[in-house]
C-alpha cells in the first residue's frame, strides 16, 4: 500500500540472464516546504495566464486598430468589444475615444499592456512573499 506524500518509481531492469525484475524505488515523503512552494507556483502560474490572455487581447485591438480593422466584421467586433473593459480605463489619458474602422496609433492599449504586466509581475511576487515557506537558505525558491 502506498502512502500519501510518498513517491514511488517502478522500473524494469534488464539482469545480464536476460530476464527483466520490477523494482519499486522509494523516495523520502515531500516536505511541507515543497508542498507550499508547488501550491505558489500554482498561483503564479494562474496568474501568468490571467495576464497573457489580457496581453494578446489588447495587442490584438492595437494591432487591428492600428490597420483599421472593420468593426462591422465579426472578429473585429469580438476583440473590439472583449478587449473594451480592458483598456477603457486607459483612453482617456489622452482625450480620445476610439475611433473604429480608422487606422489609429491607441497609445492607450500600450500603456495598458504595461500596465497590466507590471501588476501582474508585482502580484506573483506577493504571491511568493506571503504563501512560500520560510527558507533561511533559499533552497526552497529554487
Request: with cysteine.
Amino acid at each position: 500500500m502506498e502512502n500519501p506524500g510518498h513517491v514511488v518509481e517502478k522500473e524494469v531492469v534488464q539482469t545480464p540472464g536476460g530476464t527483466s525484475e520490477r523494482v519499486e524505488v522509494s523516495s523520502s515523503p515531500a516536505t511541507s516546504g515543497q508542498n507550499r512552494m508547488g501550491k505558489v507556483r500554482r498561483v503564479q502560474s494562474i496568474i501568468w495566464f490571467v495576464c497573457g490572455l489580457a496581453e494578446v487581447a489588447i495587442l490584438f485591438r492595437f494591432t487591428l486598430m492600428l490597420l483599421g480593422a472593420n468593426p462591422q466584421s465579426g472578429f473585429a467586433n469580438f476583440v473590439y468589444s472583449a478587449s473594451y473593459p480592458l483598456v477603457a480605463p486607459f483612453l482617456a489619458l489622452f482625450g480620445r475615444e476610439p475611433t473604429y474602422g480608422n487606422s489609429i496609433f491607441e497609445f492607450s492599449d500600450l500603456i495598458a499592456a504595461v500596465t497590466y504586466l507590471l501588476v501582474a509581475t508585482g502580484l506573483a511576487r506577493l504571491t511568493t512573499l506571503v504563501m512560500a515557506p520560510n527558507d533561511p537558505s533559499g533552497e526552497a525558491y529554487k
